[in-house]
Each structure stands twice: as structure tokens, then as C-alpha cells.
């Protein structure tokens, strides 16, 4: 009887902890959608007052300030006084991949694997759509995320996933877009650092390993220009699209030394080099130009990589590049807020130097040109996909930014997750009283 009892109590723990978080993705829309009387930023910096979108089958078709809206059943969305933008983008995370940090909970973390050399590793199939942090980003306007590997130097390939989905397949918007490659430290660490004593020269064990890395490639280069093969190479097919330009080389970086090291790659192999971290980059802004390397600033609210380094160099950071003419894009690395506040790093860089309109691309429209999605997305344009946010307020001043509502590619997404409901839960346990 005790054990009936026990069984019971369980089962109904289960259904109310299962009644929380009853979020599903939501249907494709068909036939026409309007979101009219808005400020819409577009995300290339023009911005048009009092505007009206119109979203056919989930896709924009027209953006402006005279389009008639049909009296017949259409769904109408008034966005009188609020601010209308495209989806943020986040742009190189292990959202889906990493559920709770650490080795508190293990089994909710897929994103290392064993080796230095996993060229062949896709994020994708290991993307949980069921993620909790999810819904928290699509509560503060991010609807697109880049979700990539860690581990060893070669950790895998990254995918583009759109925040709204059953499972991995519904979210690949565009799948295995880019190979990472953690490059080593190059730096002296004084003894005791983090609590392990100093051995070796750990500059000298890093650029071995760079030269491994390019054997590698060497490698990789003259097994694919065989024309036929008796054995699969798994880890050198991995790599053709880095090869043929399809692929993107994602390099994890952040000092000069370093940086300088991935325009080798790009000069040596032809491969199209994006910089992510990459703090020193203001450092040699203008050799990233002449070379066309973009870069994604991995964290802004962070003290400065190197002692001697402005306090508030990583504030400044995108002005800099943004004067030098360098394609950059924002990123929120934060493992304490799980990637939300994307939208107030961009807000300080307004702080330092940007524009608004120029911050707000930085994590739209310019990070969707570096994840080669720009022909879908990053802007409100005829043609794109409706990712479209509505805030009551500018969605880069932490203050006033409120969503609304969030589109993906047409559907109207739901801005619920757990925190929302916890504050439902006990609002109303309060309101008892």
C-alpha cells in the first residue's frame, strides 16, 4: 500500500512539473500576415516610421509605409509604439549542446569530444530543442543561434539552428556551416597559475601543435585532390568544404600572435578565416581588412584580455573595428545569464561609438552575412524569412526592452519558458494571501 501511495505521489509530481513547461513550437502560418503602424528597423540601418510588413507563407513580401492591408480574414498584428526587429543572431554558442556547466549534471552536456582531431563531429545531431535556456533567449528577442563543439583542437563543424523546434531536424536552418579550430594558448602563464605549476614552454608546445594542425590540412589537401580512393577518410571529407569555400574556418582566438597565425591558414590553404573572441583584434584592424576577415567579438562585459589593456577596452573594441572597416558581428559568451543579454552588449557599444543602427546589425544583418544565412535572414527585406521581433521599447537599453511577440520564419513563437512561469506560479501563490 505505502509503495502505491509513493507511486501516486509521483506520477502527480511528474504531470504538474510536466503542466509547467507545456511549451509547444508553434504551427506554420499560412496566408498573409501584416504587422502594421510600427518603427521598423530593418537591420542595414534604415529605419522607416509607421511602417507595415507583409509576410505571405512566411516569407516578407513587402515593407514600407503604403501597403494596403485587405478587409478579408488576414491575421493583423498592431505594433502601434513599439519597435519592430529583425531576429538577433546569436552567433557561436554551445546552446543545445550544454545544458547545466561543468560536470554537475553530465548526461545534460554533449558538446566534447575525446581526441584533438574531430573534424568529422557535427553539433547538430547533438542540438537539444528541449533545451530550458531556450525559451529564455526567444524572451529577449534571439531567434537564431550558430551551436558549435568544444574540445581538442579540432573539436567539429557548427550548424544554424532557429529557435522554435520538435527536434534537431525542424531546427537546422543551415547545417555544418563552418569547422572550428581551437588555437592553442601562445601565452607564458606564471607559475602556480589556476593552481598547476608552470612546465615547459607553453609557447613552443602551442606552435607545434599549429604545425600539426597544418600537416593535417596538407594532408587533407592532397587526399582530396586524389581522384579516387580505396579507403574513406572520414576526417579529410570532413574538410572539403573548407577546401571548395562552401565552409567557413571558425578560429578561436584571442591575442595578435594568434590572429596572425589564422591569416596564415587563410594565405597557405585559401580558407575563408572568421576570428571568434579575437579581443586583440582592434590591434591589427587594419591587416583583418586587407586580408577579409571577419570577426565575432566573443564577449564585451569582460575585463580586457592583457594587463596592460584599457579597463574598458572591450567596450571600444567595436567602434574600432567598425572605423577600420572590418565585418564583425557581437556575441554574448556568458555562462552566467546562458547567452541572453546578446542584445546589451550590443547596447554598449552604442555607449562607446556605435550607432544604434549600427549595433543592432552587428548582431543581425552583419552576423547573418558571416554565418552565410543573409540571403534568409538578418533584415526586414522583401524575399527573407519573417524572423521578426516586436519590443515595446529599444531592444538594446536593457530598461525598456519588452518582446512582444517573435515571429520564425512566419509562425508566432511562443515567448513563455521557466522563468516566466515560476513568476505566474508564485504570483498567484502570493495573491492567496
Request: hydrophobic share 40%.
Amino acid at each position: 500500500m505505502k509503495q502505491a501511495i509513493l507511486l501516486f505521489l509521483f506520477i502527480l509530481n511528474s504531470a504538474i512539473l510536466l503542466a509547467q513547461d507545456d511549451v509547444y513550437p508553434a504551427k506554420e502560418y499560412k496566408g498573409l500576415l501584416f504587422i502594421k503602424n510600427g518603427t521598423i528597423h530593418i537591420g542595414n540601418g534604415q529605419v522607416i516610421e509607421n511602417g507595415t510588413i507583409q509576410v505571405n507563407n512566411g516569407k516578407i513580401e513587402k515593407v514600407g509605409t503604403d501597403i494596403a492591408i485587405p478587409a478579408d480574414d488576414v491575421k493583423v498584428i498592431d505594433a502601434k509604439g513599439k519597435q519592430v526587429y529583425p531576429g538577433l543572431i546569436l552567433t557561436s554558442t554551445q546552446l543545445g549542446l550544454k545544458e547545466i556547466g561543468g560536470n554537475a549534471v553530465r548526461g545534460s552536456n554533449d558538446y566534447n569530444e575525446l581526441g584533438d582531431y574531430n573534424p568529422n563531429i557535427r553539433s547538430i545531431v547533438a542540438y537539444n530543442a528541449d533545451s530550458k535556456i531556450i525559451g529564455t533567449l526567444r524572451a529577449n528577442g534571439i531567434l537564431l543561434a550558430d551551436t558549435y563543439p568544444q574540445g581538442g583542437l579540432l573539436p567539429g563543424s557548427s550548424s544554424v539552428v532557429q529557435l522554435d523546434a520538435w527536434n534537431y531536424e525542424d531546427a537546422a536552418y543551415k547545417m555544418d556551416i563552418a569547422i572550428h579550430f581551437n588555437m592553442p594558448e601562445l601565452m607564458n602563464r606564471p607559475r602556480g597559475f589556476f593552481g598547476r605549476p608552470a612546465t615547459g614552454d607553453p609557447v613552443k608546445e602551442g606552435l607545434d601543435k599549429i604545425e600539426e594542425v597544418k600537416n593535417f590540412f596538407r594532408q587533407a589537401k592532397a587526399y582530396l585532390q586524389e581522384g579516387l580512393h580505396t579507403e574513406t577518410n572520414l576526417k579529410f571529407e570532413a574538410v572539403r568544404g573548407l577546401f571548395e569555400r562552401k565552409q567557413k574556418f571558425f578560429v578561436h582566438c584571442d591575442i595578435v600572435r594568434q590572429m596572425l597565425l589564422a591569416i596564415d591558414f587563410a594565405k597557405e590553404f585559401g580558407f575563408d578565416v572568421v576570428l571568434v573572441g579575437a579581443s586583440e583584434s582592434y590591434r591589427i584592424a587594419d591587416l583583418l581588412k586587407k586580408n577579409n576577415i571577419s570577426v565575432i567579438l566573443g564577449q564585451e562585459h569582460s575585463l580586457p584580455t592583457l594587463a596592460d589593456d584599457d579597463v574598458d577596452q572591450p567596450y571600444k573594441t567595436p567602434f574600432m573595428l567598425k572605423q577600420a572597416g572590418v565585418s564583425f558581428a557581437l556575441n554574448d559568451e556568458d555562462e552566467s545569464t546562458r547567452y541572453r543579454n546578446l542584445a546589451f552588449n550590443a547596447g554598449t557599444a552604442v555607449a562607446y561609438g556605435l550607432t544604434k543602427e549600427e549595433a543592432l546589425a552587428a548582431i543581425t544583418l552583419n552576423a547573418a552575412k558571416i554565418l552565410g544565412i543573409d540571403d534568409r535572414t538578418g533584415s526586414i527585406e522583401a524575399g527573407k524569412d519573417a524572423n521578426i521581433v516586436i519590443s515595446e521599447g529599444d531592444i538594446l537599453d536593457m530598461r525598456t526592452s519588452i518582446i512582444t511577440a517573435a515571429f520564425i520564419q512566419g509562425r508566432q513563437v511562443s515567448l513563455e519558458n521557466k522563468q516566466t512561469q515560476l513568476y505566474q506560479r508564485y504570483k498567484y501563490k502570493y495573491s492567496l494571501k
